[in-house]
């Protein structure tokens, strides 16, 4: 039925590989023996929600059940959605090609805020009501997972419920317990009462919200005895254990990240106070190297991937990373394969380590200072020497690299124009620095790429508590940057600011936005995270129409004392934690990794008291 | 080293693979194959394949080729078999063999198109069909590499094999130049039939390619 609409329609839009699935390693299964069906996910493009390892690893894990059958789904782009709609198409799961709305479930991942309007439309295409009130016992059970599930209340609205944290087990609990509400004929109500019973699981309908008359919260409490005041994420407390797949969907068309991925280590020992990651993923857990070159070769055989990449928050803090390469150079060399190392860190990137890596590709340098002068970089515990970043570059420009790119961020607390113009002035000392080299390429200029991002502070990190700089404040400290001398071999990008102090409202929001979300994906908002698409003013309308002040949630101080619409849900660090982690930064003052000694996050309860570092 | 040619068509879901994307894919499925391929030398081998003509996009195929080598020589049937195993269903590998011609041999490629839809507007695709071929020539804007236009003559590309009329559908065989140095897209042709792709759909399967003498391209 779909199939044969799709005929008509695929040859008019772009790149139609996107929409109609059958790659190698797509799981077809035959719908009269499965029982159960489930949607997964994507709010964005193809492209994008293909280059996801979360999106992989839960889509090969569900399909492992004999009677579950998850199928892929992601965002149309606006032409294929105006075909879909034309010719009464709706969203349907790229396996069977059948309607999602008579699926099970449908799990969303949410891996940025601007996804938010895209999943309404994705729903609303799929004919299925996009607020959880108005869902009937037909409907799928609506569910969401992902860094951004840390702070659902913006969007708790829409849907049932919620995973927090790693998913590899909860979602066959859930599984499990849809299994048992099939057999007993439970209603959609008395599976979310008793789904609200698995830890991890975070139903917001049992959940009521208090504001004051100062506009903050005051209290969130459950309104049933099955939901528990606080819902604790979930973690998989050995990783060599969690199940991780064999094959990939080896897509067609050339997606972001196409390649075989392993995920090396979850957490992060670092805690530079900024990033979110970096603390909603705590505490920190590795593979073994054996573990992870098996997984590598495995997926690497089964996909015909040339390129495997060790993923993680940052690979170069592997404690076995010369023992996992010396594994996996051998047969990577001999079978032709492409080793990729992304996200290290400076003072990880030794010489020797540049050394193994360059046996297999040389390409672009890129690291992340994120600060321009020391005294930043001490602020947000970017904990990384000007003589560390400086060691790095010289050994890359010894080893014949010409082109840098480092990362940088506006807008972080306590900054003045002293720091900005310490991006420029750090950028210049890394030319001065290629050119001092006599053992330089020779004949060869250099290029230094700053991409300096806007500050965005996020839920449980230790900037949750801090006001981000206007949209205004924002535009002059990026005109600021450009006006600071520099020479030609600097390339300065930056990104619009209005985006940033949106997504800001959004990380940081309560269950009183949902009705803006509403009226901004009514008046066209979708696909947001694409600049193409992006308008602010719909979301300006949306804001007034609902009476909302975006400036209360992006650029307003909290209190201490204030209850954050996310206090009710525990990611393992301890707010006291986070609060002395932001009265360091105000003092300039460091704090140790993880590996130099602790910090009593709080996130070892999450294994029974355990760190797992190795010191 | 060892020439092979495969011979495989590309059907269903898979006309929609671009060129570019049939190329990626066949690369991993060599790999998948486990294939002693002979790569390119350099600091970023890569397999050496080649396709002796493109298929356009949103065409099925019943006989395309693609040519590579091995470092070793093995049973053609196993080399069929191995690659086969490897590919979606909709990309089937028919044969293996030893290439015959070089694909300069080939000169034509064999068509067959069918209309189906609404049924006055296919009778009126098959009268304005019978009208266009009728004419000494026929004159169409084809873009050109540089992005410009060009006007070229394609009656002389044409030729009409069968035509077979039915209520609400229209199937004919048509041969069209094809080759590496002259090659026709039937959709200039198609392009030109009032109505087509919104009052009636096109399917397009190329089911052979052809030499000058239309022996099969081997």
């Known amino acids: 039925m779909i199939e044969e609409k799709l005929e008509k329609i695929l040859l008019n839009v772009q790149k139609p590989a996107r929409y109609i699935g059958g790659e190698q390693g797509s799981v077809v299964k035959d719908p009269s023996k499965v029982s159960i069906r489930f949607a997964m996910c994507f709010p964005d493009l193809y492209e994008v929600g293909m280059s996801h390892l979360g999106m992989k690893i839960l889509y090969s894990l569900k399909n492992e059940q004999s009677d579950v059958w998850c199928e892929r789904v992601f965002a149309p782009d606006l032409d294929m959605e105006a075909e879909m709609r034309r010719e009464g198409i709706p969203l349907y799961g790229l396996e069977s090609l059948e309607p999602v709305r008579r699926f099970d479930f449908l799990g969303f991942t949410l891996q940025y805020e601007m996804c938010y309007p895209t999943i309404l439309n994705m729903l609303d295409l799929a004919g299925i009501p996009v607020w959880a009130k108005d869902r009937g016992e037909a409907e799928p059970i609506i569910a969401a997972g992902g860094p951004c599930a840390c702070n659902p209340e913006p969007i708790a609205d829409f849907f049932d419920l919620f995973v927090l944290g790693e998913g590899e087990e909860v979602n066959l609990e859930l599984i499990d317990l849809y299994r048992t509400k099939k057999r007993e004929g439970w209603s959609r109500r008395e599976f979310l009462l008793r789904a609200a019973r698995i830890p991890g699981i975070y139903v917001p309908a049992f959940y009521e919200v208090a504001y004051g008359e100062d506009g903050c919260i005051r209290a969130v409490a459950p309104v049933v005895p099955e939901a528990a005041p606080v819902v604790t994420k979930r973690i998989i407390a050995d990783l060599d254990k969690v199940y991780y797949p064999k094959n990939f969907v080896v897509p067609y068309m050339e997606i972001v990240h196409d390649r075989a991925m392993v995920e090396v280590l979850r957490g992060c020992i670092r805690g530079c106070r900024f990033c979110q990651a970096g603390f909603i993923y705590r505490p920190f857990r590795e593979k073994e190297p054996d573990t992870l070159n098996e997984n590598a070769h495995t997926l690497c055989r089964n996909t015909g991937y040339d390129e495997v990449s060790l993923t993680s928050l940052s690979t170069s803090d592997y404690s076995r990373l010369e023992a996992l390469l010396e594994k996996m150079l051998p047969w990577s060399g001999e079978e032709k394969t492409n080793l990729s190392l992304p996200s290290l860190r400076v003072d990880g990137f030794s010489e020797e380590l540049a050394e193994k890596i360059a046996q297999v590709r040389k390409s672009g340098l890129t690291f992340a200072p994120e600060a321009g002068t020391q005294r930043m970089r001490d602020v947000i515990n970017k904990n990384l020497t000007e003589e560390e970043i400086f060691s790095t570059c010289r050994a890359a420009f010894a080893g014949g690299y010409t082109a840098v790119k480092l990362y940088f961020m506006m807008g972080q607390p306590t900054e003045t124009d002293e720091d900005i113009e310490g991006i420029v002035q750090l950028a210049q000392r890394i030319v001065n620095l290629y050119y001092s080299m006599p053992e330089r390429p020779k004949g060869k200029s250099v290029t230094v790429t700053c991409s300096v991002a806007c500050f965005v502070p996020k839920p449980f990190t230790p900037f949750q508590f801090e006001a981000q700089d206007t949209v205004e404040e924002l535009r002059r400290k990026q005109k600021h940057l450009l006006d600071t001398p520099h020479s030609k071999k600097i390339q300065l990008k930056y990104h619009d600011a209005s985006t940033s102090v949106l997504e800001g409202v959004l990380a940081r929001g309560d269950r009183r936005l949902a009705p803006v979300i509403y009226a901004a994906w009514r008046a066209g908002s979708k696909l947001d995270a694409d600049d193409r698409y992006f308008d602010l003013a719909r979301w300006e309308q949306a804001f007034a129409a609902c009476g909302i002040d975006p400036a209360f949630y992006a650029n307003r101080r909290r209190e201490y004392g204030e209850v954050l619409p996310w206090d009710h849900l525990d990611f393992g660090v301890d707010k006291a934690f986070l609060i002395r982690e932001d009265e360091k930064a105000h003092r300039d003052a460091v704090t140790l990794n993880c590996r130099e000694g602790c910090s009593a996050c709080g996130a070892q309860k999450l294994t029974g008291g355990n760190c797992l570092v190795r010191r | ?218």
């Not at chain 2, 009208?131 to 590309?157: S, Y």
């Not at chain 2, 009329?165 to 897209?185: A, D, M, Q, Y």
């Open chain 2, 1 to 218: 080293m060892y020439d092979v040619r495969i011979f495989f068509s590309k059907t269903g879901r898979a006309r929609y693979i671009s060129h570019l994307d049939l190329n990626r894919c066949m690369q991993r499925a060599l790999k998948r194959s486990g294939l002693p391929v002979v790569y390119t030398q350099g600091f970023n081998p890569h397999i050496r394949n080649t396709f002796a003509l493109p298929l356009s996009l949103g065409y099925e195929g019943e006989t395309e080729t693609m040519d590579f080598r091995l470092e070793q020589e093995l049973p053609l049937e196993e080399v069929a078999r191995r690659l086969r195993e490897s590919l979606p269903a909709e990309l089937f590998v028919l044969r293996a063999a030893a290439p015959v011609m070089k694909p300069e041999k080939i000169r034509w490629g064999r068509y067959a198109i069918e209309a189906r839809g609404e049924p006055q507007a296919v009778r009126r695709a098959a009268e304005s069909l019978r009208d266009l071929l009728a004419q000494p020539e026929l004159l169409v804007e084809k873009t050109t590499k540089k992005g410009g236009t060009r006007q070229i003559d394609i009656r002389p590309d044409l030729r009409l094999e069968s035509m077979e009329e039915g209520e609400g559908s229209l199937r004919f065989t048509l041969l069209v130049t094809t080759g590496i140095s002259r090659n026709i897209n039937p959709s200039l042709l198609l392009d030109l039939l009032p109505g087509a792709g919104k009052e009636f759909s096109l399917r397009v399967r190329r089911t052979a390619v052809l030499t000058e003498e239309l022996e099969p391209f081997c």
